[in-house]
Each structure stands twice: as C-alpha cells, then as structure tokens.
C-alpha cells in the first residue's frame, strides 16, 4: 500500500529570504533559464522554481542547475502526459511520477504545501520492489520533484527489509534520510509519532489509525479522471496564454 499525501506547513523556515529577497530570486532563476520559461510555461511556474529554491538552500545557480537537468528529463519521460487510464499497476515508477506530478502541478502559487509518503510494508519481499526501481524511485523524487517529501513513514517493514534498507539509504541525499520515519502498529512510540502527524481517525488502520473503511478504487479512479482534465485544461491555457502573449 503506497499513498502521497499533501498536507500544508509553516511558511516561515529560518534562513528563508524575505518575500521580496524571494521575489528577485525568482526573477534571476527565470533569467539564467532563459527560453526554457516559454518552453515549459506549466511546469517553471513561480511556484516550481520557489521549490527547487528551497531544495538548494535558496541557490540561484543551483536551482537553475536542477531545473535545467528536470526539463531535460521532463523532454524523454514527458511525465505531463501520463494519465490515470495509462498507469498499470505493475508499473511501480510511471505510477510514482504520476502521482508526484499531479500533485505538484496543483499546487497553489501562493501556499507552501508538502507531501507525506505512507508506505505499508507489511508482507514485503524483495521480488516486489527491487533494488533498481527503489533507486530509481529515489533519484526522480530528490533530483526533479525536490522538497516535495517532507516525511516518508515506512509501516510494519519486515525483518527482511533490515538488509535492504541499509544498502538503499545510500542512495539517499542526507536531507531525504532524516525525513525517513519507521512506525509500526502496535508500538506506543511509533503511535505517539503518528498521532502528533494526523488525525488518527480518518487514518487507515494499517498506519496505526483508526479508520477501518477501505479506499473506494473506483471512486478513487474517477477522482484521479477529474484531476487528469483540470491538468490538461490548465496546460491547454498555458499554451494559449503563450501564443497570444496574455498573462
């Protein structure tokens, strides 16, 4: 069981610059990224380039380093056009960036947002996910959805993921291993954890929650549809707004 939640938090970080130090930055990253800007007018919006600010400890040329190396990526994987009819559940990564890109493309401009990622382990094996989709995973998730994560809870993991954990945290930015939390069940301190993070009744049981109702598919799926048609109405403008040069 794999869930992206997006959730809001606190605006002010220390060390963060000032609305109008934030402002320039913006404006000097859209500089450095030059065509780019008219290229990908959907994805380099303020709040994407806000983000990968973020991610780079507020770095104008590291942002526009990382943002250079997305759109490269962004121009062979087109994650813009993945849709829910599209994602087969075998195909664990298209489903992780299709999820990472819709939440990130409905983002409000003006509020910071982040995303907790609840993985249930229970019953793990490493025929499930190999090592090269976990890596994988993890280089599209730090590398072109940056400071997206804020806390990844990994749930009831088996013995057996001991080993490969401790190969896979390799591979992982040290900002990305503090944010890894291990919770399990029916373990007070991992209760204690989750219950300051959510409200444990609309939580699922097998995060230590208390709702019981299991996720509706196709109610889900239809959700996911709508989603789909806001995003391609809302690029669909993007382009047009371009062409007629209206803002």
């Known amino acids: 069981m794999n869930f992206l939640l997006k959730t809001r938090r606190e605006s002010n970080h220390q060390g963060s610059p000032s609305s109008e130090e934030l402002e320039e930055k913006i404006v000097q990253?859209?500089?450095?990224?030059?065509?780019?800007?008219a290229e990908m007018p959907a994805f380099l919006s303020?709040?994407?380039i806000r983000r990968f600010l973020r991610s780079r400890n507020w770095s104008t040329e590291q942002a526009t380093k990382l943002l250079k190396e997305t759109?490269?990526?962004?121009?062979?994987?087109?994650?813009?056009?993945?849709?829910?009819?599209?994602?087969?559940?075998?195909?664990?990564?298209?489903?992780f960036v299709y999820l990472l890109e819709s939440l990130s493309?409905?983002?409000a401009d003006e509020q910071e947002e982040h995303v907790?990622?609840?993985?249930?382990?229970?019953g793990w094996a490493i025929s499930s996910t190999p090592l090269s989709t976990s890596r994988e995973s993890m280089h599209i998730v730090q590398n072109y959805y940056p400071g997206m994560i804020a806390v990844a809870i990994l749930s009831n993991t088996p013995r057996i993921f001991e080993s490969?954990?401790?190969?896979?945290?390799?591979?992982?930015?040290?900002?990305?291993n503090e944010k890894v939390k291990f919770v399990y069940t029916n373990n007070p301190e991992s209760h204690k954890i989750v219950s300051e993070m959510f409200d444990m009744d609309r939580l699922e049981t097998a995060f230590g929650g208390r709702n019981s109702i299991?996720?509706?598919?196709?109610?889900?799926?239809?959700?996911?549809?709508?989603?789909?048609?806001a995003r391609g109405a809302q690029s669909m403008q993007m382009d047009i707004n371009l062409v007629t040069g209206h803002h």
């Open 71 to 95: 759109v490269r990526w962004r121009r062979q994987y087109r994650p813009e056009s993945i849709c829910w009819a599209k994602v087969s559940g075998k195909e664990q990564i298209k489903y």
């Open 29 to 37: 990253v859209r500089e450095l990224l030059g065509s780019l800007t």
């Open 105 to 107: 493309m409905n983002s």
């Open 164 to 176: 490969f954990w401790k190969i896979l945290k390799h591979f992982l930015e040290a900002k990305m």
């Open 116 to 122: 907790t990622w609840l993985l249930d382990l229970r």
């Open 214 to 229: 299991t996720i509706d598919i196709d109610s889900y799926a239809e959700r996911m549809r709508r989603s789909d048609l």
């Open 46 to 48: 303020d709040a994407t």
